[in-house]
């Protein structure tokens, strides 16, 4: 079992910029792609960001140049820089965990989800 827990939300004004972070726990023999989803209520789910463990970052299209995702495997944290916020940015982001152990099995874990408002 992988808990992940966001920290960073809340409401800024479009224009500002939020941190958000996602603190893992890990097993060993174990390689990680983690990322960061988003859902307003009535929506899908989208993929916002995705770091693999050799670096590679996935973005969409939507925050491409705004967003940037980092991780610290020292503190087995992944976090998404967000600036120029937008209010179509509003949502809860979830932060994502994809754990593929040494047999090649893969396990999808999510945390509880971090409130992001933009507004005025």
């Known amino acids: 079992q992988v808990q ?18 996602c603190a893992a726990s890990r097993s060993i ?6 990322g960061w989803y988003r859902q307003d209520p009535g929506k899908q ?10 670096g590679n970052t996935d973005y969409a299209d939507s925050v491409k140049g705004r967003f940037t995702i ?3 495997n020292a503190k087995n944290t992944v976090s998404l820089q967000m600036n120029s916020l ?9 932060c994502n ?5 040494i047999a090649t099995s893969q396990y999808n874990y999510w945390g509880q989800g971090t409130q992001v408002t933009v507004a005025s």
Do not use: C, H, N, W
């Open 45 to 54: 789910r989208e993929l916002v960001a995705r770091i693999r463990g050799g």
């Open 86 to 94: 937008k209010p179509e940015d509003t949502a809860v982001y979830y």
């Open 70 to 72: 980092s991780r610290d």
């Open 4 to 21: 992940l827990v966001e920290s960073g939300g809340g409401l800024v004004q479009p224009g500002g910029s939020l941190r958000l972070s």
């Open 97 to 101: 965990a994809v754990v593929v152990d």
């Open 29 to 34: 023999f174990s390689i990680y792609t983690m």
